[in-house]
């Protein structure tokens, strides 16, 4: 019996040790100084944080790491001016910004993963650059658990407190794209990273083939459904549409970011092929604990 208990010890002790694995943050900047050319970090705290939550959130988005940053205040009433929300929302998200030179692209980092229920960093990547925001570092943290669509008010916010002056039409269609991928990822019960993706791929296509009317939108939304082998009911569809044709009348011109858009391809599908991975591992870690509880029954 003592053999076999030691045995015992011995499998669950390589067991832990096999699968502690840490996930290691890239979000940190560093401290860099004041660079003149590009101008202070900013840093936008929801209005709705309490004294401690704002602190938290500071030390998540490594506030102190800078010399100097520019902090503002999102409210209820900036939602309702950027993108006609709720005046009387609570908002919680915050968000930190580094500008960089041109060509750098935008790249999204959620500190607080567990706290942003609905947005994936694809999710705010897509949204932010049919709005127009390019060439920076956004870092996106909340104290406590909500959705995460309000982070994008918080970045209009920074934008236009610098003088950047973002399409108002561009930055109210991010918003809705926003809200038809996290509802579609609920409704249909597709990821988070297939919705993602077929929007950028819807996007590509635009970029490639210049749509001049409202069929053609719908042609090349119907063809990424297809490709994608992503089933959508009526309604949804024609959401995408929608969506799509709004962009079409506003101008946009993805073939601008298709760089970026073809490397936001491929952050996406590495996401699918890791979901699978870890899918794969949860089940193989789950029979091994089935078989570990059978030999202990055995032993006794």
Known sequence: MKKKMTLLMTLVILLISSFGISEVSLASTGNEGINEKLGLPIVVYGEALSDAQKSEVTELLEVNQHEQVDEFTVNGQDLANYIGG????????????????????????????????????????????????????????????????????GIYKAYDAKGVKLDEGRMQVASEELDVATSIAKEEGISQAEISELLTEIKKAIAEQNPATREEVEQIVKEQLQTLNIELSAEDRQRLVDLFEQMRDLNIDFDQVKNQLDDLTGNIQDLINDDGFWNNLRAAVKDFFRSLSNFISSLF
């Not at 980092?109 to 920076?136: C, F, H, P, R, S």
């Open 86 to 153: 709720n005046p009387n929302a609570n908002m919680y998200s915050s968000v930190k910004i580094i500008h960089k030179d041109t060509g750098q692209g935008l790249n999204i980092e959620i500190v607080t993963k567990d706290n942003i229920t609905e947005v994936t960093k694809e999710m705010y990547t897509n949204a932010l650059l049919t709005a127009g925001v390019q060439d920076a570092d956004v870092l996106v943290a909340s104290s406590v658990k909500v959705s995460g669509h309000s982070a994008l008010t």
